[in-house]
């Protein structure tokens, strides 16, 4: 079973920013974007889904092994799951936002491997406590449906009417919750985190 495609969520416009790009901010002195690319690329093939005029986010990026691509529509995560699943067929995707510095390499390889022992169809990351959280893998067949979503909601949907064919898998502390969207997201961050 070859390991699931990895899909880095990376076309948000970090409107909640005040004027600056979260996934340009900087963690343990190189930009949260590249990170989290390389951190996918040791998991697996990695293809980073990045919104039209984001010039300084494809630099950071465009120099390692990832597929890029755009999502050009608007409405939000759905474009870039749309995006990020065009022309994929017959494999699983693994569906990672940027935006969450926590998230390891080997994290991701032990969801990438639960999956390959067929555990479930899908398989989303959770706090320590079992919050469901991310990145999440879709089996094959959620291809289709991946393919339709529509608004900002993401893949929620999907989540909910197949719950039952979820595991859920957690992972250390609540990295799996801890997405960065505001100055203040960040700041309080950094003020406790020893970044891994």
Same mark, same amino acid.
């Given at each position: 079973?070859?390991? #699931?495609?990895?899909?880095?969520?990376?076309?948000?416009?970090?409107?909640?920013?005040?004027?600056?790009?979260?996934?340009?901010?900087?963690?343990?002195?190189? #930009?949260? =974007?590249?990170?989290?690319? &390389?951190?996918? *690329? %040791?998991? @697996?093939?990695?293809?980073?889904?990045?919104?039209?005029?984001?010039?300084?986010?494809?630099?950071? /990026?465009?120099?390692?092994? /990832?597929?890029?691509?755009?999502?050009?529509?608007?409405? @939000?995560?759905?474009?870039?799951?749309?995006?990020? /699943?065009?022309?994929?067929?017959?494999?699983?995707?693994?569906? *990672? =936002?940027?935006?969450?510095?926590?998230?390891?390499?080997?994290?991701? +390889?032990?969801?990438?491997?639960?999956?390959?022992?067929?555990?479930?169809?899908?398989?989303?990351?959770?706090?320590?406590?079992?919050? #469901?959280?991310?990145? /999440?893998?879709?089996?094959?067949?959620?291809? %289709?449906?991946?393919? %339709?979503?529509?608004?900002?909601?993401?893949?929620?949907?999907?989540? %909910?009417? +197949?719950?039952? +064919?979820?595991?859920?898998?957690?992972?250390?502390?609540?990295?799996? =919750? *801890?997405?960065?969207? &505001?100055?203040?997201?960040?700041?309080?961050?950094?003020?406790? &985190?020893? &970044?891994?």
């Amino acid at each position: 079973m070859k390991n #699931p495609l990895i899909l880095l969520l990376a076309a948000g416009s970090s409107t909640r920013m005040k004027g600056r790009d979260k996934l340009l901010e900087l963690v343990d002195d190189v #930009p949260l =974007l590249r990170l989290m690319s &390389t951190r996918c *690329v %040791k998991a @697996g093939d990695c293809r980073v889904v990045l919104g039209p005029d984001q010039a300084a986010r494809r630099a950071a /990026v465009e120099d390692l092994p /990832v597929d890029i691509v755009e999502a050009t529509e608007t409405d @939000g995560m759905a474009a870039s799951i749309r995006a990020g /699943v065009d022309g994929v067929k017959n494999r699983a995707v693994m569906i *990672v =936002l940027a935006d969450m510095p926590e998230i390891t390499a080997s994290d991701l +390889h032990l969801l990438s491997g639960l999956y390959g022992q067929n555990l479930s169809p899908i398989i989303q990351a959770a706090s320590k406590n079992g919050q #469901p959280g991310q990145p /999440v893998i879709f089996a094959p067949k959620y291809l %289709k449906q991946l393919a %339709k979503l529509q608004g900002d909601q993401g893949a929620k949907s999907i989540l %909910k009417a +197949h719950a039952r +064919h979820v595991a859920l898998i957690p992972l250390a502390d609540d990295r799996a =919750l *801890v997405d960065l969207d &505001t100055p203040e997201d960040w700041a309080a961050w950094r003020a406790k &985190t020893v &970044t891994k």
